[in-house]
């Protein structure tokens, strides 16, 4: 999501004002102090794996895998419902201050945990076709599989599109709520997946 | 702007990755030893197919926020880029070779394609409408 800033600069006019200008004033549509924290995690998930540490790897793979289930679960089953009860403009606000900070810390988790992962998988032979456990290693890329469609097909896309909106002069609470209800769908299916992944990871782990 | 008829450009490019997840889930899973590549072969062609059918149906589109679209595809390819490399440089650091590689890279491909053009579409479609050049 590097590409936020450039964005601003490069936006197409909106209602008569130059988008460039406007979106200036609104700015970045990415809080970009957090980047700085995002390079530091991601440059120790790649010592870990380069130094391939086994407890510098598990630490990535468990404290990513946690918050990643934990926020997903909590999106799609609590977020989710209490959202659909708010009125459509305290809606736009919750929006407008929630889905910056998700396209930040989503794909930073899943990164450390699929990276570490993957190493851990490795490290441990499970990887292997001939590991008694490698099955549940299969049905775990299998789980991840559907999560990585449902977020990269539709998650993210309205993420991105619910932002765009947001910072036009008149946001449409129709497409917003359309959107938002999108993100609230794909959050559940992406929280049943979590369930399956706890189901696969705690039988790899006993 | 809601209620315009598009062509099922989310659907397709979901279609597509999801060609793409099971072809490489299926080379991960005889790892170490080599896959069959036949089926791996098989998805990948669906999902260039898929993409090349989102491209045909886009470019049928008359009026559409095309300034908005190549502005976050653009964008987004940059960063797909990056991550593109960078899985790459994996494949080859792990001496990936071979029928191998080329299919892994062609998965890479599309995957690195199809994420960005589905990013740019849902978010032109709710945006203001272009009228096309000469319209």
């Not at chain 1, 936020?4 to 809080?31: H, K, N, W």
């Not at chain 1, 396209?103 to 076709?129: D, E, K, N, W, Y």
Request: overall charge positive.
């Amino acid at each position: 999501m590097l590409y936020c800033r450039a964005m601003v600069a490069d936006a197409p006019s909106v209602a008569g004002i130059p988008g460039a200008a406007r979106e200036q004033e609104l700015g970045p549509l990415l809080p970009l102090r957090a980047f700085p924290l995002i390079g530091v995690v991601l440059a120790g998930l790649v010592v870990a794996i380069a130094g391939d540490w086994a407890w510098a790897l598990t630490f990535y793979h468990v404290v990513g895998g946690a918050l990643w289930t934990s926020l997903d679960l909590f999106a799609g089953f609590v977020i989710g419902p209490i959202l659909r009860s708010l009125s459509i403009p305290a809606r736009i606000e919750f929006t407008k201050r929630f889905m910056p900070k998700m396209l930040v810390i989503m794909p930073t988790l899943v990164t450390m945990t699929l990276g570490a992962g993957f190493q851990l998988a490795r490290q441990s032979g499970h990887l292997t076709s001939s590991d008694p456990r490698h099955a549940w290693v299969v049905a775990s890329m299998c789980v991840v599989g559907v999560m990585a469609i449902v977020a990269l097909a539709l998650l993210s896309p309205a993420n991105l599109a619910v932002l765009f909106e947001l910072r036009k002069p008149q946001p449409n609470p129709e497409v917003v709520a359309g959107l938002m209800r999108r993100f609230v769908y794909a959050a559940g299916v992406t929280g049943a997946m979590q369930v399956a992944t706890l189901v696969i990871m705690t039988r790899l782990a006993s | 702007m809601a209620g315009r008829r598009l062509p099922p450009v989310t659907q397709l490019g979901a279609a597509s990755l999801a060609c793409v997840a099971v072809g490489v889930i299926w080379l991960a899973a005889y790892l170490p030893k080599r896959a069959p590549l036949g089926v791996s072969v098989g998805f990948l062609a669906a999902a260039a197919l898929l993409l090349a059918a989102n491209a045909v149906l886009l470019s049928r589109v008359g009026a559409f926020a095309w300034g908005r679209f190549f502005q976050v595809l653009r964008w987004g390819l940059l960063a797909y880029l990056v991550v593109a490399g960078m899985l790459e440089y994996t494949f080859l650091y792990d001496h990936t070779r071979g029928a191998v590689l080329a299919v892994m890279t062609g998965m890479l491909v599309l995957f690195t394609v199809n994420v960005p053009l589905l990013m740019a579409f849902t978010v032109a479609r709710h945006q203001a409408v272009e009228q096309p050049v000469g319209a």
